[in-house]
């Protein structure tokens, strides 16, 4: 009974010590709680190999569950260490300090880790051992303290406690001030307006296929982020530097002032598996990248841009796909708005045929010129290809295989892309027989995807369907299947279909 006490008591006081400090992450307006920091720094250690095995099985779903991930081993931590509070009362304060000092160490270690998120660290250890003496006072089988309705009791009220406190914290939290006025900031924002309707032909509308245009809503978002960095247009800036005749240092304003150019860009994910949608497609406003390294100027030698996130993330680029004259942008608008926060408000950057790792830097505030010899990145420090330029790749849509089709004319249809180069035409087979040839939709230029559709005459049975793309150099795609590291994935897409 007692050793079922103890742990029962642990894991309380480990929720409670997680509810105190995020309701003092959002009472102090902490850009970071000590359990996002945490996370974060979970996620900058995690092997690269792990890292894409786990986008791989959870997708956008990572974040909560890596969040969640340190929450449960907190909460089974603090279960060992009221498992040891009685016998080894020693061992609970040292656990508990070895936990105070990792989370205080992985608070000063992000970008904007300040003293009060140490504070709030060290807090969450005081409560911890607070809730444990509280309710282990003595542990002595006749003491009266400790009897089991006092015990309850006392379990009771320390529950309703942690339970208000979460909840104020998630109020206060919910009207973070930081966000509230960077939200304020973005909706007041007048640039100019923009259409994002679709090009006349480019959307197939076809039953139970995706739009061409993909809506900021349904964007995919990957990137390490647990909390979305909180920026004040006002207040960002852009310091360009490094192998460069003149370095710079340009604002929002700056940016406005140049004037905003909108390209249909389709970016897509190194993680997307063949046939996957970790992929998108929309309007893009922004500075063009080439302009700006023009005036920069950059010296001889130089082969690489190292961008990097306000929250410390980095990225490297080659110069020659920001400089070769594609719709390379510092984007500030995303479907004819101001970027929303998630997707790197208030300026990101968009590199058509370049995968994202290497190219689409969110809430960019650095820019290095430099050789590639000379520094990893991010993702490149955990086994990711240097450049990452986008491969020739297409996905069924339609059918989804997921129900039987009637015997008779059926529409296969789908989405292809070959950013930089564009799509020359798309083929179909089934049960691996000739291929035969996709109508294509329209595109408004080689940087967006192409929806196409073929019309099948569907006989009973059970069938595979597949499709390959061919971009405009004339070069098919491959139809060897390789996983996504380190470069992105390959193979022909299929699906199976029974016709009834």
């Known amino acids: 009974m007692s050793s079922r006490r103890n742990t029962a008591s642990g894991v309380l006081a480990a929720i409670a010590a997680i ?12 850009r970071e709680s000590p359990v996002l920091a945490v996370g974060q720094s979970v996620i900058r250690l995690t092997p690269g190999a792990l890292a894409e095995a786990i986008i791989g099985v959870v997708g956008q779903a990572d974040k909560p569950l890596a969040i969640g991930g340190v929450v449960l081993a907190i909460v089974g931590l603090g279960a060992l260490v009221g498992h040891w509070w009685s016998a080894h009362r020693l061992r609970s304060f040292l656990l508990v300090g070895v936990l105070v000092v990792l989370a205080s160490a992985a608070v000063l270690s992000r970008p904007y880790g300040t003293a009060a998120g140490v504070f709030a660290s060290v807090a969450a250890g005081v409560v911890v051992l607070g809730v444990l003496q509280l309710l282990l006072r003595d542990n002595s089988e006749d003491s009266a303290d400790l009897s089991r309705r006092s015990f309850l009791r006392t379990f009771a009220v320390l529950t309703v406690a942690t339970v208000f406190i979460g909840a104020a914290g998630q109020v206060l939290a919910s009207r973070h001030r930081r966000r509230q006025a960077v939200e304020r900031v973005r909706g007041s924002l007048r640039l100019p307006k923009r259409t994002s309707s679709a090009p006349a032909g480019a959307d197939l509308e076809i039953a139970g296929q995706g739009p061409w245009l993909t809506s900021n809503r349904d964007f995919y978002r990957i990137d390490t982020a647990l909390s979305p960095p909180l920026i004040d247009p006002s207040q960002w800036s852009l310091r360009i530097h490094g192998m460069v005749d003149n370095e710079l240092t340009l604002t929002y304003q700056d940016l406005l002032d140049r004037g905003l150019e909108d390209a249909w860009i389709t970016i897509c994910c190194v993680s997307n598996p063949v046939g996957g949608d970790l992929i998108g497609n929309t309007v893009w406003g922004g500075v063009r990248i080439d302009g700006i390294l023009e005036e920069a100027g950059i010296q001889a030698g130089a082969d690489a841009l190292l961008s990097t996130s306000d929250d410390g993330w980095t990225c490297g680029t080659p110069l020659s796909a920001l400089t070769d004259g594609r719709n390379a942008l510092l984007a500030l608008t995303m479907n004819g708005e101001p970027l929303p926060i998630v997707h790197g408000f208030p ?24 050789r590639f010899a000379d520094f990893e990145a991010y993702w490149t420090q955990r086994g990711w290809g240097e450049r990452g330029p986008v491969k020739t790749e297409s996905r069924i849509d339609v059918p989804s295989g997921a129900q039987p089709i009637e015997t008779g004319t059926t529409t296969v249809a789908g989405v292809a892309w070959a950013q930089g180069v564009g799509i020359a035409g798309v083929e179909v087979r089934v049960d691996e027989g000739p291929w035969q040839k996709a109508t294509l939709g ?8 192409v929806q196409w559709t ?30 996504v590291l380190p470069d992105g994935a390959t193979g022909y897409p299929g699906i199976s279909v029974t016709v009834a």
């Open 19 to 30: 509810a105190a400090s995020e309701a003092l992450a959002a009472l102090l307006d902490l």
């Open 347 to 370: 300026v990101r950057q968009v590199v058509p045929g370049l995968y994202g790792y290497v190219s689409a830097t969110k809430w960019v505030v650095d820019w290095e010129v430099t």
């Open 442 to 449: 329209a595109v408004p230029n080689v940087d967006t995807w």
């Open 454 to 483: 073929y019309d099948w005459s569907a006989t009973p049975g059970d069938h595979t369907i597949e499709a390959r793309a061919t971009n405009a150099d004339g070069e098919p795609q491959t139809g060897v299947r390789a996983d």
